[in-house]
């Protein structure tokens, strides 16, 4: 693994459905976040930690949750998918010194 | 609320030079960034801006005016390679990033 990995890359969903999509990140940052990002609007920052074993809201966290059980890892679990959950899901982490953001290559969930 | 403004799209030829501007409101100013998206791709970091005045890197420079909460990103020489959008965002004083939708720009051979 070199820099930060998400999967999986695509997925179609069906309403209702459980889907959590992972992320792993190897440069021992401290924060971490997920992003959605849709077509017209800026990046949306779901939920963040800023080190292992805490978590926080983002602008639209309903519907989404997160743990940070080890400074590597940052699952985003979607206990019900909806519709409106159709987004392209960014993972990123950060050196919280430089504020500088290195992003995952994005999970597109389609959820029907 | 906060706001983060930057246009939507923009055309410009190869080899010429363009500048994407970028306005800002927001509860206070930790930094503004400037980051590269490649359609269908991740974002990349471009730059970083704190103080006010330009910082140039390569072909790449940005520039900061705080008491204007305006900022612009120019590219010189453009290649096709910098087809892209470019994402406009600040920190505000929670140390969150505020992002603006992007500028995508087209560059015509």
């Known amino acids: 693994i070199a820099g930060i990995t998400q999967a999986p890359t695509s997925q179609i969903l069906a309403a209702g459905r459980r889907m959590t999509l992972r992320c792993t990140q190897d440069m021992r940052h401290n924060a971490m976040y997920w992003y959605r990002q849709d077509l017209g609007l800026g990046l949306r920052l779901i939920h963040y930690?800023?080190?292992?074993?805490?978590?926080g809201k983002g602008e639209v966290p309903d519907g989404y949750s997160v743990s940070r059980a080890n400074t590597d890892d940052f699952p985003l679990t979607l206990a019900s998918a909806v519709p409106s959950q159709t987004s392209v899901y960014f993972c990123?982490?950060?050196?919280?010194?430089?504020?500088?953001?290195?992003f995952g290559e994005g999970s597109r969930l389609t959820v029907l | 609320g906060q706001n983060i403004d930057q246009p939507t799209e923009m055309t410009a030829t190869e080899g010429a030079i363009v500048q994407i501007n970028c306005t800002y409101q927001?509860?206070?100013?930790?930094?503004l960034f400037w980051y590269q998206q490649h359609a269908g791709e991740a974002p990349t970091f471009l730059s970083y801006?704190?103080l006010d005045g330009l910082e140039e890197k390569g072909r790449f420079s940005s520039f900061l005016s705080r008491s204007k909460g305006y900022s612009y990103l120019l590219l010189k020489e453009l290649q096709m390679k910098d087809s892209a959008s470019y994402l406009c965002?600040?920190?505000?004083?929670?140390?969150?990033?505020?992002w603006g939708a992007g500028t995508k720009l087209i560059i015509k051979p």
């Open positions: 965002a600040v920190m505000d004083s929670n140390y969150q990033l505020i």
């Open positions: 927001t509860s206070g100013f930790n930094g």
């Open positions: 930690s800023n080190t292992a074993g805490t978590t």
């Open positions: 801006n704190v």
């Open positions: 990123a982490s950060s050196n919280s010194a430089s504020g500088e953001l290195f």
